[in-house]
């Protein structure tokens, strides 16, 4: 069964809002990664993060790791309409890079 | 541009056909792994090999197989295809053996079985 969990599925925002999607895993991460689809468009690494409590920016996005390494989310401030596409974090477990269900970001300007 | 490439890149074929999707990794980089992805699905992880050898397998199934050849070019075969195997399908590689490794997808592989 799906052992990396991810939340909301979808999230309609205005533009100029702001949005985060959170991932949780049933076990401990060793890391934890995050990707970007957009429409049509294939997976593209975003990010990794490592340690425990770890925070990390890109421009306006801002990316963290849970204490306990079982959780993550991905914030985004002031959304544009480029942030549209699919945001899939994926942590490694049992030997494969298990990616969660993805959230869906439809941002209307 | 990732500097993963797959073909390719539509492919229409009838129910219990067969194809061959191929790929190609980055420069430098030894695994390659095949991933499926649906509209209800995800990406579903199916295969992994690294430096020619199988390293993880997912849920592929028995009709589907791949293999890595000694030029780390891979190809993933489908065969006596049916109507729910229409999906994308993408290839991705990273540079060492581990799940812990970033990966960087190729533009992937539409298939559609009528």
């Known amino acids: 069964g799906q052992q990396v969990m991810q939340i909301p599925q979808y999230q309609h925002v205005q533009e100029g809002e702001d949005f985060t999607t959170y991932c949780n895993s049933s076990?401990?991460?060793?890391?934890i990664q995050w990707y970007k689809q957009r429409p049509g468009g294939h997976p593209v690494f975003l990010i990794q993060l490592v340690k425990s409590g770890e925070v990390k920016k890109q421009k306006r996005l801002t990316f963290q790791f849970g204490e306990a390494k079982k959780n993550s989310s991905l914030h985004i401030t002031a959304t544009q309409t480029t942030d549209v596409g699919t945001y899939f974090c994926a942590g490694p477990l049992y030997g494969k890079l298990t990616f969660g269900q993805g959230t869906i970001l439809t941002v209307h300007p | 541009d990732s500097g993963v490439t797959q073909t390719p890149k539509h492919l229409i074929t009838a129910t219990g056909q067969r194809v061959t999707l191929r790929c190609s990794p980055r420069s430098g980089d030894l695994s390659v792994y095949w991933y499926q992805q649906s509209l209800d699905q995800g990406l579903q992880f199916l295969i992994q090999?690294?430096?020619?050898?199988?390293?993880a397998k997912g849920n592929i199934l028995e009709r589907f197989s791949a293999q890595q050849f000694p030029d780390l070019h891979s190809e993933l075969n489908l065969s006596s295809l049916e109507l729910g195997d229409s999906a994308l399908y993408f290839c991705?590689?990273?540079?060492?053996?581990?799940?812990?490794?970033?990966?960087?997808f190729g533009p992937g592989t539409r298939l559609t079985v009528t």
């Open positions: 090999y690294y430096n020619g050898e199988e390293r």
């Open positions: 076990t401990t991460l060793s890391n």
């Open positions: 991705a590689s990273s540079p060492g053996e581990r799940s812990s490794y970033e990966q960087y």
